[in-house]
């Protein structure tokens, strides 16, 4: 059960597109259609915003999308907006009703 | 609305034991899976431990199987986490969690700290 590995960060103007990565084995993110995004401000709670790889849950449905190859997922954000600056995790489901979480990555809007 | 509500977290002395409860609402509890989380100071997310409806099913991380057991009560729509043999690196935010249609968690409490040190 070893974390899914995130980029510890990454940055972007308004307006512009980020990706967030996220890599797992066969074992996880390769195995099951099952990875989850959640976005999480400072001293919140956080919130679903993609599941089922790329399930659109909450936020805007025309900037958050998700993908998956292999035994990577990834996050897409376009139109960056102020409030877009958070800390995004991946989830996967992992067998034998166990999860893991990836790392996190915390997106700067600059 | 999903309401989760927890409580039960605070100070513990390594070695010591908690046992943190999740009060749920607005929804029908025993139709759901649900689970704990938990951040760490300047940490990440970590999944914790999973319970399916009935509590036929659970899983647990690594880090924490064997000492901690997930249960829940269906009757008093509560999930319960008992937290023994704790240490350090057991502090943190604990969160718990509503299951969604699929393997994902669409409703999350505010959480409850649990600190340990001596």
């Known amino acids: 059960q070893s974390a899914l590995t995130q980029p510890r960060s990454v940055s972007g103007s308004p307006g512009q597109s980020v990706t967030i990565s996220c890599t797992g084995t066969?074992?996880?993110?390769?195995?099951?259609?099952?990875v989850s995004w959640y976005q999480q401000h400072p001293d919140k709670a956080p919130k679903l915003i993609i599941y089922d790889v790329n399930k659109w849950y909450s936020g805007d449905p025309a900037r958050f999308s998700g993908s998956k190859s292999g035994n990577t997922a990834s996050l897409a954000i376009s139109g960056l907006q102020a409030e877009d600056e958070a800390d995004y995790y991946c989830?996967?489901?992992?067998?034998?009703?166990?999860?893991?979480f990836g790392g996190g990555t915390k997106l700067t809007v600059l | 609305e999903v309401q989760l509500v927890e409580s039960g977290g605070g100070a513990a002395r390594p070695g010591g034991s908690l046992r943190l409860s999740c009060a749920a609402s607005?929804?029908?509890?025993?139709?759901?899976?649900m689970a704990w989380a938990r951040k760490a100071p300047g940490k990440g997310l970590e999944w914790v431990s999973g319970?399916?409806?009935?509590?036929?099913?659970?899983g647990y991380a690594d880090s924490v199987k064997g000492r901690f057991i997930i249960s829940r009560d269906n009757a008093k729509n509560s999930l319960y986490l008992q937290m023994n043999t704790l240490g350090a690196d057991d502090t943190a935010m604990y969160y718990c969690a509503r299951e969604g249609s699929s393997y994902h968690y669409i409703g999350w409490g505010q959480g409850t700290l649990v600190t340990v040190s001596s």
């Open positions: 607005g929804f029908t509890f025993d139709n759901y899976g």
């Open positions: 319970i399916n409806w009935n509590g036929g099913r659970t």
């Open positions: 066969s074992s996880d993110v390769g195995a099951y259609n099952y």
């Open positions: 989830c996967s489901y992992a067998g034998s009703y166990t999860w893991v």
